[in-house]
């Protein structure tokens, strides 16, 4: 039996519109996860991926070889506290107030902390329907008011600052205090332990928010001095104990990306793994601090060492797999694109310093900006554009000398000369000029904003 072709067109629509009836309504696409992993005081040349010959990262390793590995990935200062607050607000520590004149990061002593008025990559997803948790070292406020429940955080576990304010090292400062959300469930924890309960309880938030979209902070408070370890990882790294350190670190992330494949949220979920700024390297010698790789320099200064950093970036069948990316971009690259992805919507009534890299993190795109400004405290030391960058003060991570004005300034042709060996600004001064006339294009649009870091408790003089 044959029919019309018009009565056969008519016969296949019915029946597609039939079909479609009987699976009933289209689900919605359900937003992606994020995850961002934020070590402390990691270097660039202390992974296995990166190079490192004997401290192993064989989950860290996997987690490159499923995903992309950037190699000129960086952060907006190269100490802790200003870091942090520009990874969660896409913005320079300058604009938000996370800097000062006198102090490099906050202390138990500090009365300030991250402006309650700052939008936050948190209280920007919540807005837009995501549980949000934080789990470990936040340093961005110890007082009520700056704690991350009020910067958009349902859940927080973990400590205020840095592992190294405790009694044992300043008689000044108070027993260390463990949140659990708004309370204080435990004073001076055993550090030993520390990572391994961080990890249980970013495994317990992904289980428990499986069903929803969920944003997940998790800074760990290592590889950061004093270097503790589990009695499992204890030994077990050719580098000493800060390799011992590394690898637990290593660990946890492993734990974390198989909690995601096993509870089929691995294709939904973007991970990003990176560090808050370049290795204490002072420390190298006593074992305790990292390595910067072929970079010049460490933690405290605006030489690369300080503040270029590895990063990973992982999102099984969005992010290539096996990718190398040299593309430039910063940790104020995440806020834009983790709202761009989650629909949420980005504020109008702020400057931002980050753009959106999705492009480029899911290999459509080699390039999203050049340009990198490397703050110290509250002075612009250097500015990135392209292959070329350009040092107006320096200073060495002993920080023991004030910051040296280069007049006339250093130049450096990164892509040639990652190790910034040769200063070539004699054989090239209109780059030197192009350079200065940024440095004051970007300087006036940086309005003045109270400082967060000089403000102390009353009677702590310090």
């Avoid at 390799?243 to 096993?262: I, R």
């Avoid at 430039?328 to 995440?334: N, S």
């Avoid at 703050?375 to 920080?399: C, E, M, V």
Wanted: glycine content about 8%; some cysteine.
């Amino acid at each position: 039996m044959s029919f019309p072709k018009k009565a056969l067109r008519l016969i296949l629509l019915l029946g597609s519109m039939a079909g479609t009836a009987l699976a009933g309504p289209q689900k919605p696409v359900r937003p992606p996860n994020v995850i961002v992993i934020f070590a402390d005081d990691l270097g660039y040349g202390d992974l296995s991926c990166y190079g490192h010959p004997t401290i192993r990262t064989p989950h860290l390793d996997r987690m490159a070889a499923e995903g992309m590995r950037f190699t000129q990935f960086y952060v907006a200062a190269p100490v802790c506290s200003p870091s942090r607050a520009a990874l969660l607000t896409g913005r320079l520590p300058v604009r938000n107030g996370m800097a000062g004149k006198q102090k490099v990061v906050l202390f138990p002593y500090s009365a300030g902390g991250l402006p309650t008025g700052e939008i936050t990559i948190a209280k920007a997803l919540k807005v837009a329907g995501y549980t949000t948790g934080i789990v470990g070292k936040w340093h961005l406020g110890h007082l009520p008011e700056y704690l991350p429940a009020n910067h958009g955080f349902d859940y927080y576990f973990g400590i205020p600052y840095s592992n190294d304010m405790i009694p044992a090292r300043n008689k000044s400062y108070p027993p260390m205090p463990l949140y659990k959300d708004s309370k204080v469930v435990e004073e001076n924890p055993d550090q030993r332990g520390l990572t391994k309960r961080y990890t249980d309880e970013a495994v317990a938030f992904i289980r428990k928010n499986k069903d929803k979209p969920f944003f997940l902070y998790y800074p760990n408070n290592f590889p950061h001095e004093p270097l503790l370890v589990s009695d499992a990882y204890k030994g077990k790294s050719k580098r000493g104990l800060y390799g011992d350190v590394v690898a637990e670190l290593d660990w946890s992330v492993g734990q974390v990306l198989k909690t995601l494949k096993e509870q089929g949220l691995d294709k939904n979920t973007l991970v990003i793994f990176t560090s808050d700024n370049g290795p204490t390297i002072q420390d190298v010698h006593r074992e305790s601090g990292g390595s910067a790789g072929l970079l010049y320099e460490g933690k405290k200064t605006t030489y690369e060492g300080g503040m270029r950093v590895p990063a990973i970036a992982w999102w099984p069948g969005t992010v290539p797999a096996s990718r190398t990316c040299e593309a430039v971009a910063t940790t104020m690259d995440l806020f834009p694109t983790i709202l761009n992805l989650a629909k949420a919507r980005l504020p109008q009534d702020r400057e931002l310093d980050g753009v959106d890299i999705y492009p480029v993190l899911t290999g459509k795109a080699d390039k999203a900006s050049d340009v990198v400004f490397y703050y110290n405290q509250t002075d612009l030391y250097a500015i990135r554009k392209g292959p070329w960058k350009i040092h107006f003060i320096t200073r060495s991570s002993t920080g023991k000398e004030a910051g040296v004005v280069q007049d006339p300034p250093l130049l450096y042709q990164l892509e040639v000369d990652p190790s910034e060996r040769f200063n070539v600004s004699k054989d090239n001064p209109a780059v030197v000029e192009e350079l200065r006339k940024l440095y004051a294009d970007h300087t006036r649009t940086v309005k003045p904003v109270p400082l967060q870091f000089d403000r102390m408790i009353e009677n702590h003089a310090r």
